[in-house]
């Protein structure tokens, strides 16, 4: 059974800080993992990593991907509070492309 | 606008009635889905369909239903079975494979009570 755990479950951090989120994964199959930004309602797609080492930069986020000790990272610097949200990790189910596992998420809150 | 429109954005429910929540799309994906999310839990797949007319289940079906009659339309009832139906739920729409060309769009989510 696929199986995607992100770590740490929450954290608080203030404004300004660097926080980096993990995303750990086992799947058979391989082929990408997916983040994504839930601040109230519908998730918002960030990344997608399909290869090892090369970062995806957006603005003050960044993720890279490692596929030899398969996890992933998501990088946010000089954190806002509009950054607080819960961000989720999914890649797609070995069996059927279109299925994705979605780990637990991370509440990341951004205090002044 | 393209997106993804769910209705209603909250619903309450007594126990033993079935209720539909409404997912439309004009995105022109031909994949759709359904998720639910707990607090404190990732999204859990209900249902999918790659295609109109078909759909699968996903991990947590029972207790769900869905239709596909409608490329832009993917209907979820939840039915009288399912044990603990308080949750929000989640619809989503991809042009491909999710995950091999592109990712998945979400809409803002309906959150059911059960009362």
């Known amino acids: 059974e696929d199986k995607v755990v992100q770590s740490p479950l929450s954290l608080v951090v203030h404004e300004g800080d660097t926080v980096t989120l993990n995303c750990s994964y086992e799947?058979?199959?391989?082929?990408?993992l997916l983040w994504y930004k839930q601040e109230k309602k519908a998730p918002t797609f960030l990344f997608m990593l399909?290869?090892?080492?090369i970062e995806k930069k957006s603005g003050r986020l960044s993720s890279i991907l490692d596929k030899k000790e398969l996890f992933s990272i998501l990088n946010i610097t000089a954190t806002q509070t509009g950054d607080s949200a819960v961000y989720l990790c999914?890649?797609?189910?070995?069996?059927?492309?279109?299925?994705?596992?979605f780990g637990t998420g991370t509440r990341l809150q951004v205090t002044l | 606008d393209g997106g993804i429109t769910q209705s209603p954005k909250y619903l309450f429910r007594k126990e033993g009635q079935n209720v539909t929540l409404s997912c439309e799309q004009n995105l022109n994906h031909d994949a759709m889905y359904w998720y639910r999310q707990d607090p404190g839990q990732g999204l859990r797949l209900i249902y999918y369909s790659q295609i109109v007319n078909d759909f699968q289940k996903g991990d947590i079906a029972e207790g769900y239903s869905v239709s596909r009659e409608k490329k832009e339309s993917f209907p979820l009832t939840v039915t009288s079975a399912q044990k603990n139906p308080t949750a929000f739920y989640l619809c989503?729409?991809?042009?491909?494979?999710?995950?091999?060309?592109?990712?998945?769009?979400f809409g803002p989510g309906t959150r059911l009570t059960v009362l």
């Open positions: 799947v058979t199959n391989f082929r990408s």
């Open positions: 999914a890649s797609p189910n070995t069996g059927t492309a279109s299925k994705l596992t």
């Open positions: 989503a729409s991809s042009s491909g494979l999710a995950g091999v060309r592109n990712e998945q769009f």
């Open positions: 399909t290869s090892s080492g």
